[in-house]
Structure formats: C-alpha cells, structure tokens
C-alpha cells in the first residue's frame, strides 16, 4: 500500500524576503525596533517604565561620590556588640602581652578605639548598650595581661590590681563611648519623631 505525503511539496514562494532566510522563526525575523502584532500596551508600558528606572539608575551611578574616604558601616545588635568588645580587647590583651610584655598603658591606649567602633557600629535601637558593655570587655582583655603569681587567686589579684590602675583608661573609654552613644540616640529619635 502506497502513503501519499500529507504536505504539499516546497515549490511555493519562499516566506522570507531577500534579507531574511525564511529558516528562522516570526521573532528572529522581526526587525529590532518592531513590535509583534497584537501585543498589548501594558507590557509596552511596563517595560517602558523600567527602562526610564533603569535610566534613572544609570544617572544616578554616574554622580560623582562626596569626597572622603567611607569606613565601614557594620550593625551590631547589643549582644553582638558585647561579643564584639570581649573578643577584641582578649586579642588586644593576647597580642599586648606578647609584643610589650603585658604592658597595661598599652592596654589601656587599645581599649579607647574598641570603645569607639563599639558606639559607631551597635544598631541605633541598642545604641545604649554600648556603655554597658564595654567595662566588661576590659576586663576580660585583662586576663591575659594581668601579673598573676599562680593559681586562680593570683590571676585574680591581678586582675583586680590591673583594674585599680588603668581606672582612668577604663572611665575614659566609656565616657567618649557613652557621649558617641547620647549623640546618635538622641539623632534616632528625632528622626522617628519626624517619621511620626
């Protein structure tokens, strides 16, 4: 039994023009700026108004950067803050005893820019754990600076010898802390109270 094809053969007109091999589908024959027949205005505005965002993007990443170098702007939450002076003023303490021999002036030098990353750095909603904090942190950056004899009473005696005498860093540090701190609470409520 004989099949007959069901398509006539390709001895039409080609659909493509001269430019176009008639090989391609409707979308890669259609010019760049044409549009497809039937295609609604709400796409066409949709995407219009992307492209004047993006526009608007583009301008506004091509203003020139105030002058002055930007620090980094991290967000502590008040635990995170807290874990943040302890481990750094313990590392202090750690690289203090091994560089100048446990040197407390030195110490003390260290603890007042924690102090002041701590009050930068901690969210603006626990800005007033800050000072809280930071007294803690000192004196766990004292234990590996403190003169112990042995023991644990030695490393004790130490310690509360080594909070005796670097008192004044001690206050410093937290009052500079504490003065960063009132400045931006007191900035945070007037903003949530223009925001109300």
């Not at 020139?64 to 620090?71: E, K, V």
């Not at 809280?132 to 950056?141: C, D, K, N, Q, T």
């Amino acid at each position: 039994m004989e099949q007959h094809r069901s398509r006539p053969p390709n001895d039409g007109p080609r659909r493509g023009g001269p430019h176009q091999p008639a090989h391609l589908p409707p979308q890669a024959r259609r010019g760049p700026g044409e549009r497809r027949p039937g295609q609604g205005q709400g796409r066409g505005t949709r995407r219009s108004g992307r492209q004047e965002h993006g526009g608007r993007q583009a301008g506004a990443a091509a203003q020139p950067f105030p002058p002055g170098p930007r620090l980094p702007g991290p967000r502590l939450t008040g635990l995170g803050s807290g874990l943040f002076c302890a481990v750094a003023m313990f590392l202090l303490g750690c690289l203090d005893a091994l560089l100048a021999d446990g040197a407390l002036p030195v110490y003390g030098v260290l603890f007042v820019p924690v102090c002041v990353l701590t009050a930068l750095w901690v969210r603006a909603g626990d800005v007033l754990t800050a000072p809280v904090v930071l007294p803690v942190a000192f004196a766990v950056g004292l234990l590996p600076v403190a003169d112990g004899g042995g023991g644990l009473l030695g490393r004790l005696m130490g310690l509360f010898t080594g909070l005796a005498t670097q008192a004044g860093w001690l206050y410093g540090g937290t009052l500079v802390a504490g003065l960063i701190v009132l400045v931006r609470r007191v900035q945070w409520v007037r903003r949530r109270r223009r925001r109300s």
